[in-house]
């Protein structure tokens, strides 16, 4: 079984994978994976340097601060972007989850609703939190100015339209102890739905 985990940015998504890997479970970021393909791999460098210039290119590697200010002032640059990314993503999870041999496993898709990847899982998780927490959160982890913490929340769909997608949802705004006894409630359940 497939789980995809989505949510809004800073929502708590690599908190609760973290509680998911503590019970033993695999959890493929497609964030990771994007990662890795700006940092390491040239043909996808290239490719994104030829769409949105050399400016975005510092000292061999893609400057991500300057991207995403682009891409979250211009949709279609976004969508570019995207239409980049996203196949060598998919094609790199599906290789991973091919080497894996357990009763589920994760994948973690902010955009999984969005990109129309909830067709490739089992069941949606859908992880949230309150806005304010959310924009407070994106202050302090990526010290971003609230205009661009802003666009990028408004660029999104919103829990209310994610909800429609969501098989089981977690709320972060909660204390750590409570957030890992949901995690484990959940563990338990897809397991008992395997048996």
Known sequence: MLVGITGGIASGKSTVTDFFKKLGVPVISTDDISHELTARDKPTIDEIINVFGSEIHDSG????QKLKELIFADFKLKQRLENILHPRIKQRM????????????????????EAGWDKYVDRVLLVMV??????????????????????????????EQRKKFADDIII????INKLEQKVLNLHKKYLQMLE
Not at 105 to 112: D, N, S, T, Y
Not at 131 to 158: G, H, T, W, Y
């Open 130 to 159: 309150s806005r304010s927490e959310q924009i407070r959160r994106l202050r302090k982890r990526d010290d971003m100015n609230p205009d661009l913490a802003q666009r990028i929340i408004a660029s999104q769909l919103s829990d």
């Open 94 to 113: 599906l290789q991973i989850l091919a080497g894996l041999n357990v009763p589920y496993a994760i994948v973690e898709v902010p955009l999984l609703i």
């Open 172 to 175: 972060t705004d909660q204390s």
């Open 61 to 64: 590697k893609i400057n991500k």
